[in-house]
């Protein structure tokens, strides 16, 4: 499995980036997909995930109502779009792939529930 993470960047507090996720190594549309992010001296946190259909969504309080995840099952990718960015959320984001598959409902956002990580792309988000 291959995931390839692309689309940090610095931007000003209050401004928005898009992630994006590409997969590739097994049936896309079987597996949940989450983004997670690790800030400088902290541990891996979940961010949001997405189920396999792409029905169900979960968010951390945090990012609630600020991040929306998508996932296109035709091309293979999965995206979290980032509005309203505070400078705590500069970080470290890393797309997971489920390690194994699961039914249509509510994702996973156990961290040992993943199995497969892209490279991490860095956000950082400026006062």
């Known amino acids: 499995v291959q995931l390839q993470a692309s689309g940090g960047g610095l931007v000003q507090t209050g401004g928005s980036l898009r992630l994006s996720c590409a997969a590739s190594g097994r049936i896309f549309s079987y597996y949940d997909m989450a983004w997670f992010r690790q800030a400088p001296g902290k541990e891996r946190e979940f961010v949001s995930a997405?189920?396999?259909?792409?029905?169900?969504?979960s968010y951390t309080n945090s990012v609630k109502g600020r991040f929306t995840i998508s996932r296109d099952n035709v091309k293979n990718t999965v995206d979290l779009q980032m509005k309203s960015l505070k400078p705590e959320d500069t970080a470290v984001y890393y797309c997971?792939?489920?390690?194994?598959?699961?039914?249509?409902?509510?994702?996973?956002?156990?961290?040992?529930?993943?199995?497969?990580w892209g490279q991490g792309t860095l956000v950082t988000v400026s006062s």
């Open positions: 997971a792939q489920a390690k194994s598959a699961s039914w249509p409902g509510v994702p996973a956002r156990e961290v040992e529930l993943y199995g497969y």
């Open positions: 997405v189920d396999r259909s792409g029905g169900y969504t």
